[in-house]
């Protein structure tokens, strides 16, 4: 079916876009880690505030690779070293504070705990978005799928390339809504001491992520080493 303004077809390209965008953002990371914390120990609007962040944050890199913004993509992989710094100590800060955070008891005002302070939606949602423009990685997985594709051409048209932007977010939304759905389903299942626990083991995962970006930073020959290893 042809579209006027479209070049590609827009109901495969929709479809297309959402596919990519939820399969990029399906790998567990920081920002999953994030979401399910979030979903469990403050509630639904905080974690899916949290997975509209990192979906924003797909549809960046998505319109990146949409539109062929060159220079976007050389700026990222000339300075990946900085960005992978940045975004490593980032994460190690934010880990940590998780880590250390203590869950609010029953009868706490909730003035005084510093999280409901601090983290409005805006936090939750910037944070998060964070987290993925600083991953370098996004980027190439996003140039790779819509070459692989055959979407390498679709910022020549101003229409496709925006569907193809808007459906990556979607499609990314989808899968952490799905997340938070899931966790908050959760919620009932933890204690004080669950909560405690939870918001450690995500602070770890959240900081062993920021701590393998600084450690790649160290110039040894990694690809040995990961053929080595069997990686």
Known sequence: MQVPGFVFNPIALAIEGAVIGFLIAVPVGPAAALCIRRSITVGAMAGFMTGIGAALGDAVFGAVAAFGLSFVQNFVATHERWLLGI??????????????????????????DREHQLATHLHYTTSSFFITVFNPLTV??????????????????????????????????????????????????????????LNRTSGAVILGFGLAALISLIPLPWKQIGKALGV
Not at 153 to 181: E, M, R
């Open 87 to 112: 975004g490593g100590a980032g994460l190690v800060v934010m880990g940590w504070t998780t880590m250390r955070h203590r869950p609010r008891n029953v009868g706490d005002p909730v003035a005084d």
């Open 140 to 197: 190439m997985a996003f140039g790779a799928a819509f070459a692989g594709r055959d979407l390498a051409g679709v910022g020549g048209s101003l229409p496709d390339a925006t569907l193809l932007v808007a459906a990556v977010f979607c499609g990314a939304l989808a899968w952490w809504t799905i997340i938070c759905t899931a966790s908050v389903a959760l919620r009932a299942r933890f204690t004080g001491t669950g909560m405690l626990w």
